[in-house]
């Protein structure tokens, strides 16, 4: 038998042997079934196969609201129009109607607010649950939602672009429990590849109390017609019996 090793060494795939052969040949087949050579083809699976894309992600709750507020300045040249009578006559009727309908606050107001990634439609005394930490308050204590997207009450509705200015509509809210969400379970598994992965998790979980909607201080262009937004980048629409909006 006259076998001779020229070398023998280890790699990520595994062991490999090159063999100078002889004559017998049972013995190589011997020592091949002494050695595990299955991690060659695992790796071989592992470097052949697709994987998905990874990418880390910082959520947007963590970060400083002063680098997300959004400074909109439209190009004023862009909405000039000249405006007929009737739309003019349309425009101060509708005007007029928005600005008694705050001055009286007859009815309820609500507003859609922006907070921790979702859009949330509230009013008084509301429950909203939302997954952000809020590491700095505390229950029982007192915040303001600063991110408004519109507001309104029963008679006309004021829409922002894309958000209301703060000196217009004002929401606060309590926080009333900090607490865990349910533990989920993540288990991962690929089959063929002797991998499996299981943990349990879970998210935080604050639950939120809206105090108190109000709308006040609202500016309205008094020249420049219905198509021009006003000096706070609002738009207002006056509802009436049928729900029908008219742009102001």
């Not at 299981?198 to 935080?204: I, K, S």
Request: glycine fraction near 4%; charge should be positive.
């Amino acid at each position: 038998m006259a076998i001779s090793s020229r070398c023998g060494f280890l790699s990520d795939s595994g062991i490999s042997f090159f063999l100078k052969i002889g004559q017998h040949q049972s013995l190589l087949v011997a020592v091949s079934r002494t050695i595990h050579l299955s991690f060659s083809a695992f790796d071989w699976i592992r470097r052949n196969t697709p994987r998905k894309p990874y990418r880390y992600k910082i959520n947007r709750t963590y970060g400083v609201l002063e680098e997300e507020k959004i400074v909109i300045d439209p190009d004023k040249e862009a909405f000039k129009r000249d405006l007929s009578e009737p739309d003019i006559e349309v425009y101060n009727e509708v005007r007029k109607k928005v600005v008694e309908s705050i001055a009286k606050n007859a009815s309820r107001y609500f507003a859609v607010i922006h907070f921790a990634g979702k859009q949330f439609k509230v009013t008084n005394n509301d429950l909203i649950s939302v997954k952000a930490p809020l590491l700095e308050a505390k229950p029982g204590e007192m915040i303001r939602l600063e991110k408004i997207l519109l507001a309104g009450n029963a008679d006309f509705s004021i829409v922002g672009r894309p958000l209301l200015p703060r000196s217009n509509v004002l929401v606060t809210a309590m926080i009333v429990e900090k607490t865990l969400q349910h533990p989920s379970l993540w288990f991962q598994f690929h089959r063929r590849r002797r991998h499996q992965a299981m943990r349990v998790y879970q998210d935080n979980l604050v639950t939120l109390r809206i105090v108190d909607v109000a709308v006040k201080n609202v500016q309205f262009s008094s020249s420049l017609g219905p198509f021009f937004p006003s000096p706070d980048h609002v738009v207002a629409f006056s509802l009436n019996q049928k729900q029908t909006g008219r742009l102001l």
